[in-house]
């Protein structure tokens, strides 16, 4: 629970265009990415926005594909509000906001085709890849869905799991020592912004978050959309709604080229 | 494109579509209020195939007690489909696509609710989608918007309700299961028509700004004619009796 | 400075209902410049204040409101009460037990039963407490025989009718006594059946038709029809 004061303290900045330590209505705050620090995941991303901070984790295995999708390999994301992150978490299956955030990643990572899913095809119909990647929340002052967001697509680019081959009896043969990036398409970058009286401001904190009306989340691929989410429990009119995606597009670009400087050449 | 081996073609050169609507048009949509007697309210709406029911109970005292907020209702909302709704029978305990429309369809609702009016109580919305043709949440919002205002809960303005999809690169409003499947976008989309209030926005698809400009444009008219269908339904049954007493025909 | 409708118009939530000068009374609210309605219900708009008579919705306790209640519960020292709101009563003991009588000592039940019927005054309903509800006083306590029925509590209002009008025609002309909980629960006492019969009648068609004008004729028109056949 905010205290009034704290509440008030946000308003009156934010009447003057200001935010709390000082950062602008369109800042973000700093961010660091770290990959691969996870030696026993395929791939593996920290991210931290500002003291914000969520893990991905890539894990590959094989399996057999969808019945209606018999050369595409399968993709699978989850996401766990830990207990560690914040003492509003309590532990056991995810709820509804944990949810809500794996599934808007999914569709951000599917409907960008981040990975190539037809080129994790091993053999049709029988034996495909799966991918499962897992996202958690490790400390939460804010904006988990832009961390999370980009911890996953950060463990997606950096990831590498073993070539495959098919032996002469036509069976699966995991070769460890050979390794390979994922077939990547695309980098959907993901951007939230807030609403807070009349005010759009970029990656919101946690005490924001709290005193939001509401949220809007866009993943961004290039210029154009592929994701968007409203949250919260007040509306937004259509001119704020465009006015939110122009400012998160262009923040989608300033996290663009982090993510090219960390994760290199791609 | 194909679909079980026959040649699918959701759009026409001319922009007529599967079911033959125009781009712009939305599905025949049948409102009724008040139809379960015990709900404090009701309403079922089809929208062509798509059936759904949805009953209000509150506000009503809150269990468990430590979830009752000291300033508002707690609004709770629960979506819901039947295992005979869908093609391949769904199981009916509740699925992730099931906790986050629920969650996505209460973020569409109370922005219109005038909770502060019930502090320490709670309004249940409960949906049940029995024939799922597409558009399912937008259809659900439609229903239980007119739920919660024949239950007299006081509300800023009605909730409207309307997708929009993208085949073959026209945009069209109130999309199929067949349009959601195969077309390329699917926009769920719900305002608040006489305040002009965005509550529910979710894409799935690649749209530009501009596209999503004039997405929004297209939903924003079919929510006001909604919202029109939404307003006879819940005056329908007090105009028909006050008819009926003026001509004299009732006892 | 247009108002968009008159008195009697059937209105629901989000309707425009003026722009301008007005000012919002029960049941609408005011933004920028346009007034608007929150419930289903009928408009009423006098010197310039338009509100909104609903037709549906809850009953909110008001300090001094006689309720009726149901008894569903028991506390240490008190009875707990079913008033068709989404807030319970509380209901004293001390106020049933005889004077020398400790509650903590006695069993309540004996006194007040589950699903006993009383007529209760809202005492205090504020946000840090239950309703509390007093059956202290002329024409309360607990009531037995008769009938107990419930209608939409936003109808009452015109169930009771102008200076009690309405149920003071509907109590003579049907002999019966008439309790009226303002919760939506209404007690009906009469020499027979057929009375009590003919009072529910009554107020169902108050119930029903309390969105068209006329309805004190109709009634009148009701009761006398009754009476000749």
Redesign the interface.
Known sequence: MIPKLKKQQIMDLLSLGRRVNGRGLEDLRPVEIRCQSVKNAEGSAEVRLGKTLAIAGVKTSIGTPFADTPDTGVMIVNAEFLPIASPTFEPGPPDENAIELARVIDRGLRKAEMIDLKQLCIVPGKAVWELWIDIHALNHDGNLMDASALAAVAAILTAEIPKVMLNEKGEVTINKSEKQRLPIKSVPITVTIAKIGDKLVVDPSLDEEEVADAFLTATFVDDKVCTIQKRGEKGLTAEETMRALQIARQKAHELFKIVKEVVGGE | MSVKGKELVLISPEGKRLDGRRPDEIRELKIKAGILENA??SAYVEQGNTKIYAAIY????VHPRHLAL??K?VIRCRYHMTPFSVEERKSPAPTRREIELSKVIREALAP?I?AE??????IDVFIEVINADGSTRCASIIAASVAL??????????VAACSVGKINGVLVLDVTDVEDKYGEVDMPFAM????SEITLLQLDGILSLEEIEKAISMATKACKDI?EK??SA??EK??E??KA??EGTRT | MPIHVKDWD?V?????LAEGDYVAGP?V?K?GNRL?A???GIVESKRGIIRIV?????Y?PKVGDVVIGIVIDYLPTAYVLDINS???AILQAVEVLPPQKNALAEDLSKYLDVGDVVVCKVVRFD?YSDVIVSCKGRELGKVTNGKLIKV?P?KIPRLIGRKGSMIDLIKKETGCRIIIGQNGFIWIKGKDLASEALAERVIRKID??A??S?LTQ?IQLMLQLEKEG
Not at chain 3, 12 to 16: D, F, H, M, Q, T
């Open positions: 404090d309210g509150g506000p009503r005292e000291p300033n209702a219109a005038i009016q019930f502090p320490f109580s709670a205002a024949s239950a007299g809960i006081p509300m800023r303005d009605l608040m028509p006489n305040r919202y939404q307003k819940l005056k007090y105009i009796l006050r007493v003026e | 059937l629901v939530p989000g309707e425009v049941y609210y933004e608007f929150t419930t289903i609903p037709l549906q919705g809850p909110i989404p807030y319970k946000k939409s936003a029903e038709e969105h068209i006329g109709r």
